[in-house]
């Protein structure tokens, strides 16, 4: 009698569980555009949907608490003049968000901190520099500011969003449509999967093609590739037959895959979410009404497959909590926001355990809102891991601080040095009012100093101006949550 071993994991009973109707999110009118994105993104404050607009493009940003059914008149975020097709959250600021668009830009905007409470038509910054529509949208993982963004032009940009400028164009890697961009764990590189079959992995910094796997998956829907943390890539695609297939393949052998397995025959795309921190991959197929889960291991067959979650309704979308946004107490592994024609529900995955107690094995140290490095640090060649945050203590996040955009001015960018001396002793001389040493004698100087002086004082109205503002906010927002909460 020969027994059969199962392989021993601690995800093999993992269970997939959708919320109660109370805590879905209803009404929500779902953009109907053909267009193979999640619709969806999601972090631990808001949740980010693209929904029908008329006469342009926009999303809805609620935050996480308000369940139940979203009016109509709920204010969303409408700047676009076309519609919108990809949205993400920044992962180093939890208030900003960047939309890419058929209009052909990127915008990213700036959510206050206790949600929309009128439509929000200006971004913080508005990024031009495709010429086809903007299908993806996705922010360097490790470095502040760096956005990616790739376009119907086969064209992909690369973002400094603090100062607005476009860091790298690579225009000549791809002859045809890209279908997703993955950054791999330091933002060194990254993958693509593209329309002609091809799965590339690039170095964006020097321009350069590092491998490229061609026939990646035989079939002509399209594909998937994201990188895992140790460096290796896994893709989803289809066979010559249309069979729907996962891969997992070592850039360092891009000639055979490591693990190749046949699904399904179904037609939807497989829109793979990936936690690093537990090595599984779960899969959720465009118009599917399941989540499939694998696990990644080193040892053959590399791939195993852990469970399905299983519901009624197709999925639209699907969005994912980062790890620090999650219920530690619940040994709740991930959450999944899965969109349907007119509302959003949270599907919770569980190990189940009998100890209350943290369980450091399901939670190692993961990626915390951090960033690592500044743009300009990226830029000259540095690399650097995510900051990795402890979820024992249910981590809280320290105060964002409002994404400024300080565009360079190239005109200034050779200003002479400030006169040693020139501000009195005790005021505060910001740099960009900084008085200049003027050769031809003292009259020019006083005229200097008289300028600087009515600028000092502008300044001091609008810090004033500002502080009163502010104050004001204050009590409008105390005055709204004793109504909110029936005290007045």
């Known amino acids: 009698m ?43 404050k808001f949740l980010a949907v693209i929904v029908e607009a008329s006469g342009g493009g926009a999303f809805l940003v609620l935050p996480l608490s308000k369940t139940g059914r979203i009016d109509k008149a709920y204010p969303t975020v409408c700047g676009h003049t076309g519609p919108v097709l990809d949205i993400d959250w920044c992962p180093h600021n939890d208030e900003v968000i960047a939309s890419g668009s058929e209009d052909c830009t990127v915008m990213v905007w700036q959510i206050p901190e206790n949600g ?66 993955s950054w791999n764990r330091n933002g060194s590189l990254f993958c693509t999967a593209c329309k002609d079959k091809s799965v590339r992995i690039i170095d964006p910094r020097r321009g350069t093609l590092v491998a490229e796997r061609e026939k990646a ?23 010559r037959m249309s069979e729907r297939q996962l891969a997992l393949w070592d850039p360092e052998n891009f000639g055979e895959p490591m693990a190749l397995q046949e699904l399904d025959s179904s037609n ?29 291991t080193d040892e053959p067959p590399y791939i195993h497959f852990l469970n399905t979650f299983t519901s009624k309704e197709p999925q639209r979308g699907m969005g994912s909590m980062p790890k620090r946004g999650l ?8 959450r999944f926001y899965k969109l349907h024609e007119r509302k959003c529900e949270p599907i919770v995955m569980t190990v189940p355990r009998k100890s209350d107690l943290f369980q450091d094995d399901l939670y190692p140290d993961t990626a915390g809102p951090e960033a690592a490095l500044e743009a300009e640090e990226w830029v000259s060649g540095r690399d650097a891991n995510p900051i990795l945050i402890s979820l024992r203590e249910a981590y809280v996040p320290s105060k964002q601080r409002d994404l400024k955009v300080n565009r360079r001015n190239v005109l200034s960018d050779s200003r002479p040095a400030a006169a040693p001396g020139s501000p009195r002793p005790g005021a505060s001389t910001p740099a960009a009012f900084t008085s200049i040493a003027a050769p ?45 909460n029936g005290d007045a």
């Not at 059969?4 to 879905?24: A, E, L, M, T, Y």
Request: with cysteine; net charge negative.
């Open 2 to 44: 020969f027994r059969k071993v199962v392989r021993q994991s601690k995800f093999r009973h993992v269970f997939g569980q959708p919320v109660k109707n109370d805590q879905c999110y209803e009404d929500i009118r779902v953009s109907r555009v053909t267009w193979d994105s999640t619709f969806c993104a999601v972090n631990p």
């Open 116 to 181: 929309l409470v009128s439509p929000l038509t200006e971004p913080v910054v508005a990024l031009e520099g495709h010429t086809k529509r903007v299908g993806i949208i996705t922010w360097h993982p490790t470095a502040r500011n760096v956005l990616l963004s790739a376009g119907c032009d086969n064209v992909v940009l690369i973002w400094n969003v603090g100062t607005a400028e476009e860091l790298y164009r690579l225009d000549s890697l791809h002859p045809d449509l890209v279908y997703n961009v």
């Open 217 to 239: 998956h035989e079939g002509a829907r399209p594909m998937r590739a994201i990188f895992l943390a140790d460096g290796k890539v896994f893709t989803t695609g289809f066979s």
């Open 268 to 296: 939807g795309a497989l829109l793979p979410f990936y936690d690093p921190d537990t090595s599984v991959v779960y899969v959720c197929g465009k118009g599917d009404s399941s989540i499939r889960y694998f696990e990644i």
């Open 327 to 334: 219920e530690v107490s619940k040994c709740e592994i991930a």
């Open 440 to 484: 031809g004698g003292s009259l020019a100087g006083a005229g200097e100093a008289g300028k600087l002086e009515e600028v000092m004082q502008e300044l001091r109205a609008l810090r004033a101006l500002v502080k009163e503002q502010g104050e004001r906010i204050c009590r409008l927002e105390e005055q709204l949550g004793r109504m909110e």
